[in-house]
């Protein structure tokens, strides 16, 4: 089981590293890199440190509920905390980072309107010290909400949707 995982993160590293190299816009063009200064301009410096550099990142399901438990751990109107999934391993970081936080495409809507309503159904939690960014993913209409201290930072399209989709799925089926 654990070299088959191993054998999926290693497909999907070299599809990644495939499609920044040989996009369409030519070599090496395909993936830019947002600095910390913009980072820091779209999440703050705090959020973006815990971002950057947590020390330890959990993800989990997330349910839709009309009527909210006094047990249930809210993110948002009417979605909760489901169950936990797994810590995730420094390279799952590494790669959840590169293709969410550090593309400058995933700090930009798109132009089309995807008619899908956004019902994030995984989430992760950056966590360093005792301070807590929660990271929203809806695959349905594509977008990535930060939440901290009980407010929205961004809500943001993400880019590189069929890879960073695969990302999730996979895990999702952990």
């Not at 088959?4 to 395909?30: M, V």
């Not at 399901?61 to 009309?66: F, G, L, P, S």
Request: overall charge positive.
């Amino acid at each position: 089981m654990r070299k088959k995982n191993y054998l999926t993160l290693l497909l999907l590293l070299s599809i990644i590293s495939n499609h920044a190299l040989a996009g369409e816009r030519g070599p090496l063009t395909r993936t830019k890199t947002i600095t910390d200064s913009l980072i820091i301009s779209h999440l703050s410096k705090s959020v973006a440190e815990i971002v950057s550099m947590p020390d330890r990142v959990i993800c989990y399901t997330i349910a839709n509920k009309d009527s909210i438990l006094p047990s249930d751990i809210v993110l948002q109107t009417q979605f909760v905390k489901d169950s936990a999934i797994s810590v995730l391993t420094k390279k799952e970081i590494n790669i959840l980072q590169y293709l969410l936080v550090e593309d400058i495409e995933s700090y930009k809507n798109d132009s089309t309107i995807i008619r899908s309503p956004y019902l994030p159904e995984i989430g992760f939690d950056f966590i360093k010290k005792n301070s807590t960014v929660h990271v929203l993913i809806s695959l349905v209409d594509y977008s990535w909400t930060v939440i901290y201290d009980e407010k929205e930072f961004l809500h943001f399209n993400f880019a590189n949707k069929e890879i960073f989709t695969k990302f999730c799925k996979q895990l999702l089926n952990k």
